[in-house]
């Protein structure tokens, strides 16, 4: 579904559930409550599919405000610093994210949700407590600048992002500004794409309201196909495989997608061992 601004993602899946009538719902990533756009949601079977969405690449638009520096790396918190930024060059600009292109080792934002002894970090930074996280290794593939925007002391920075599960728009931002001297943050963020799946077939809640409980736009063995790769199932490989049981392997490099001759998706299987295993069964026996 396309995410409204102001919900958290925990919100939106209580919506749901109260729209499909069925407490099975979950959702494939979380989107901070200023962010908008690709919030993937599982209804009952499909929501172990979830496990794999969470690892997909992402794509988003955003916009950094350089100028600012806050608490959240973001415009819902608190700026704790301004410096002009109106002696800031285009050049400057894009040398600096072209700094954040690759693989590179980024320091999540302190106000996100990685546990620190068992308890968020946000809720750590809110309780005054100064967090430090360890940088992790994500890749960015893709960072465009789309626009360029000055306004008195600060400049906004239009960019397209396409990366890694675990990358942080908010920690570019914020590392954008530290490299040019100035700070910065962001303004605005709209994811567009989870893995194969992106605002084209996105449904508004607004939408999802209308024609609720019958709320699912992608049935499960689409969303499958976009996902994995594939593999047909004889009538006796379904027969094993929807009992728990291993098929002999055919070299695909997995996991993939088993389907049946009707085309509905059978499991997620991973060959290893000399064998196709169900890493997850969701058909029936």
Known sequence: MDKPAGMTSHDVVARVRRLARTRRVGHGGTLDPMATGVL?????????LLTYVIGSSKSYTATIRLGQSTVTDDAEGDVTATVPAAGVTDDGIRAGLGAQTGEIDQVPSAVSAIKVNGQRAYKRVRDGEEVELAARRVTVSRLDVL??????????????????????IRAIARDLGRALGVGGHLTALRRTAVGGLSLAEAA???ELEERAPDVIGLPMADAARRAFPQRAADAEEARVLSHGGPLEPVGIEGPYAVFDAAGEVLAIVSERD???????VLAPA
């Open 204 to 206: 508004t809640l607004a």
């Open 147 to 168: 626009d360029i925007r000055r306004e008195a002391d600060v400049v906004d920075v239009d960019v397209d992002v396409t990366c890694s599960s675990g990358t942080y």
């Open 274 to 280: 000399g064998k196709a295993r169900a890493e997850i």
């Open 40 to 48: 993937i949601i599982g209804v009952n079977r499909a929501t172990r």
